[in-house]
């Protein structure tokens, strides 16, 4: 009888902590529509699709992207019009399971070196005639708690004499940004605050520009407010002064479906 009394509780304990595992599986959300609405309530919907945990495609009121993934990383998006003619392809290269290089196919190429401090050193070069490049910036890019905490650049194209430095910082709430979940979408350093693990609440940009030991500087915030389900993703993002993907300035309200 003590046999059996001591196998049922072993039972029921194993029952418990399979459902909690079941629950935990569960609660890994991704989202499959977006509507964002602006001050003055025109409102334009983006719709993703996915094959499992990979990206196949986001599909907004003006264009589409399409990704292909290689061994569990995405190394290609193609962007079309509406009407199917193509607005940009972006190849991605790693090394290691880092990526290394972005190209913007004809446009523009970026290059990444990984330190040994956990940040990362980069290049940005635009693509000229005979495919000859040119240096636009150079920057370091920042991480903390799998956040993308800060972009600081300083641009290689000024006139002689003409110091210009940007940066960008983020600081984030504590909830599940869902584009996390994405196989492959965190090691897209080109896609900023996008590839955190959770959600921008203000970012801060700083311009500066030196000439003849005079500095000119000028700060900039942009800050957004959420709503969250009961497994702390968000639904609603309300942005008082930002300028989002679809080109709406101002107040912006996002509603996220799952």
Known sequence: MKKNKIFWIVSICLMALYSCSSDNDDSIKFIKKIVETSVNGT???????????????????????D????????????????????????EYSYLEGKLVGVESLGNYRIKYNHN??????YEKFTIGSANQQVKEFHG??????????????????TAVGVTSNYSISF????????????????????????ISSNNSLMSTVITSISKDDQITSSANFYTNSFKYDLD???IERVSENTVATNGNGGY?????FY
């Open 43 to 65: 409102s334009e919907i983006t719709l993703f699709t996915y094959n499992g945990n990979e990206i196949v495609s986001i599909d907004g009121a003006k264009k589409r992207t």
């Open 252 to 256: 912006l309200k996002t509603e996220y």
């Open 116 to 121: 040994s401090d956990e940040t990362v050193s």
């Open 171 to 194: 600081d984030y709430d504590t909830k599940h940004n869902p584009l996390y979940n994405i196989s492959g979408y965190k090691k897209l350093l080109d896609y900023n605050e996008e």
């Open 232 to 234: 702390n993703y968000p």
């Open 67 to 90: 990704f292909t993934y290689t061994d569990g990383l995405i190394n290609k998006t193609v962007t079309l019009n509406k009407v199917n003619q193509l607005l940009e392809t972006i």
């Open 140 to 157: 370091k890019l920042s991480f903390e708690n799998e956040n993308f905490l800060k972009d600081e650049r300083i641009l290689d194209n």
